[in-house]
């Protein structure tokens, strides 16, 4: 049994807090459950309005847990979208998938979604209170659903929708992490190699008695420099990864910049273009079969694009379709998509059924990146292999050189 208590002081919201108690009901049966209020006593005093003898009432901590990720959101979408599909009433849904969680934080915030719908807020309004976990895409299709009374359904395309997108950012994710992974285990052996490893050849050479070859007298600069300054070398980079990532999150010109840098890459940036194409194509489609008109459909796809380029290109698509012009038009005035999806959009809208075919468009991009992925894979290994014995065999070499030339000369 679970009730809420809710009120205003002075005209402003009072802090609600989650609260678990335990009692007896009138039968004297032994009865526990959660309710959130603005304190002990409130609580007490709903649960002897309710019949409750003895209440022992306790605040629940708001601390512990792991952060709520896109794959709890995701997860969370399609147990709410099956539950519903089985006739679970709405309220009880939340309560069973919320205590199965295993992430407290998890918990913690469906039952909160679940005290406002319990206040008289509906679904949509609940998650548009929350936007940190709930995006505009997904208030937009719950909204749709209550209105039309298809929720089940739309929660079900919601959370199909957030597990392909989750699964092209994971190969997106996957294809960058091996080789960034292998360049920082390459330039942290180097940096060791530098500082401890050649200073020891150094005081070898020493009393050599010849000119030293040319590689050699390099490689031993570069090591006093290291030693010397090591430091700010890697203050350096760090302070600079650190201040290049906080002006990309929070300069819009410096991602469009980026953004458009990375789409013009070799190799990496047909990749990204593929996997954003997909994502586009996605929202618009979930978006158009959930019957939201498409110039409020494009506001949602601009967010969803995770690119900047793809984000002012479909700002600027949903200013031309919303003076009258066809969704083709717009696509093709844009200039960034593809050939192949301009003919699928342009057939879609003249048979009526652009979701279907917005979403074979993103079927087949969402393929392409699966093979350009593995392609990818395939090609970096022996690249990156390359790179560190050119790295890594040229330093052995240039300190071996005195021991070969010593040789010679005996």
């Not at 009730?3 to 009138?26: C, Q």
């Amino acid at each position: 049994m679970a009730t809420t208590a809710a009120g205003k002081k002075d005209g402003k919201e009072v802090k609600l807090l989650n609260f678990s108690w335990e009692g007896k009901d009138k039968s004297g049966k032994l009865v526990k459950g959660e309710i959130r209020a603005s304190g002990e006593n409130i609580v007490t005093a709903t649960l002897r309005r309710q019949g409750i003898t003895n209440p022992k009432v306790k605040k629940q901590s708001r601390s512990g847990g792991k952060k709520v990720t896109e794959q709890d959101v995701a997860l969370f979408a399609r147990q709410l979208a099956t539950m519903m599909k089985a006739g679970v009433p709405l309220l009880q849904s939340f309560d069973i998938v919320a205590k199965g969680h295993s992430n407290p934080a998890v918990t913690r915030l469906l039952l909160d979604i679940k005290t406002e719908v319990e206040t008289g807020s509906s679904l949509a309004q609940a998650f548009r209170k929350y936007p940190l976990y709930f995006d505009s895409l997904f208030c937009n299709l719950v909204a749709a659903g209550e209105q039309a009374g298809i929720l089940d359904t739309l929660l079900d395309r919601l959370a199909t929708y957030k597990e392909k997108i989750l699964a092209i950012k994971g190969k997106i994710k996957k294809a960058l992490a091996y080789p960034i992974s292998i360049l920082v285990i390459a330039f942290v052996v180097t940096a060791v190699i530098m500082i401890f490893v050649i200073p020891q050849f150094e005081a070898m050479f020493k009393n050599f008695g010849a000119d030293l070859p040319a590689p050699t007298l390099v490689v031993m600069h570069m090591s006093k420099f290291f030693v010397s300054y090591w430091y700010l070398i890697f203050g350096g980079l760090g302070g600079g990864t650190w201040l290049f990532f906080n002006t990309w999150q929070r300069s819009e010109k410096m991602q469009f910049f980026m953004d458009r840098l990375v789409l013009k890459m070799p190799v990496f940036g047909d990749l990204v273009k593929k996997a954003t194409v997909a994502r586009w194509t996605r929202t618009l489609a979930t978006m158009f079969a959930a019957g939201v008109p498409l110039v409020e459909a494009l506001d949602s796809v601009a967010g969803a694009a995770g690119n900047k380029v793809y984000y002012n290109a479909t700002k600027k698509i949903q200013q031309e379709v919303s003076t009258g012009s066809s969704l083709t038009v717009s696509m093709q005035n844009s200039g960034v998509f593809p050939n192949m999806v301009l003919q699928m959009c342009a057939i879609g809208e003249e048979s009526g059924s652009l979701d279907g075919m917005l979403s074979k468009v993103a079927d087949f991009f969402e393929a392409e990146v699966d093979d350009a992925v593995d392609a990818l894979a395939s090609l970096m290994e022996p690249m990156i292999m390359a790179v560190l014995g050119v790295v890594i065999g040229g330093l052995v070499i240039a300190m071996y050189l005195p021991i070969f030339k010593m040789g010679q000369v005996v």
